[in-house]
Each structure stands twice: as structure tokens, then as C-alpha cells.
């Protein structure tokens, strides 16, 4: 269950990246239509990828603690610009918040 979970989370956080990277022009319009910074959109693609490098490399207690925060808030602000442009909450911003938990819960007892 801790790695489909994670697999999935690690995923959606990477396909992300890559549209931001070579999608830049759509996701800014996306961003626009959040009315969230356009600069944000690559500096938010580097931190993606750091994030599930982290995750998966698992180098310090403290740095993955850090790097699920990061990429449970990406999906909890992502999910909540969703609902209030209309879009619904349906999306892989939701299901990344349904597979962060038994990410982050059973990897502490995994991968101790």
C-alpha cells in the first residue's frame, strides 16, 4: 500500500512538473484564471521534482518531514484554486491528497 500510494503521488507531482516545463504558456493562463503569480510557475515546477526526489531518497527525518508538507500544501491550495474557478475538485490535485496520507503515514513505519 506505501508504494502505490506513493508511487501515484510521486506521479501526479511529476507529470505536474513536466507540463509546467513544457506547457509554460498554458499553465501561466491557468495560474491567471487562479489569479496566482505567472512567476511562480517554473520556481513551483523545481520544488515538484525536488519534492519527490526527497520522498524517494528519504536522505534525513527532517528534509521528508519538510518535503510532504511542501507537497501537501501544493495539493490543498491546488485543489481549493480548482473549486473556486469552477472547475470542481475533481482532478489529480484531489487525488493526491487522498494518497499523500498512506504515503507519509505507513513510510514511517516502512522505511524507518
Not at 513544457?22 to 505567472?38: A, I, L, R
Not at 490543498?76 to 496520507?101: E, N, P, R
Amino acid at each position: 500500500m506505501y508504494w502505490l500510494s506513493t508511487a501515484v503521488l510521486c506521479s501526479i507531482f511529476l507529470y505536474s512538473a513536466f507540463m509546467y516545463f513544457t506547457n509554460t504558456e498554458m499553465v501561466k493562463g491557468f495560474f491567471e484564471n487562479f489569479s496566482y503569480p505567472t512567476y511562480i510557475v517554473i520556481p513551483l515546477a523545481v520544488a515538484k521534482i525536488i519534492g519527490v526526489v526527497i520522498v524517494l531518497w528519504r536522505p534525513s527525518q527532517w528534509l521528508i518531514e519538510w518535503a510532504y508538507a511542501g507537497l501537501f500544501f501544493n495539493l490543498v491550495f491546488a485543489t481549493a484554486a480548482h473549486h473556486y474557478a469552477g472547475d470542481g475538485i475533481l482532478g489529480f490535485s484531489l487525488y493526491g491528497l487522498i494518497v499523500i496520507l498512506p504515503s507519509y503515514f505507513l513510510g514511517k513505519y516502512i522505511r524507518v
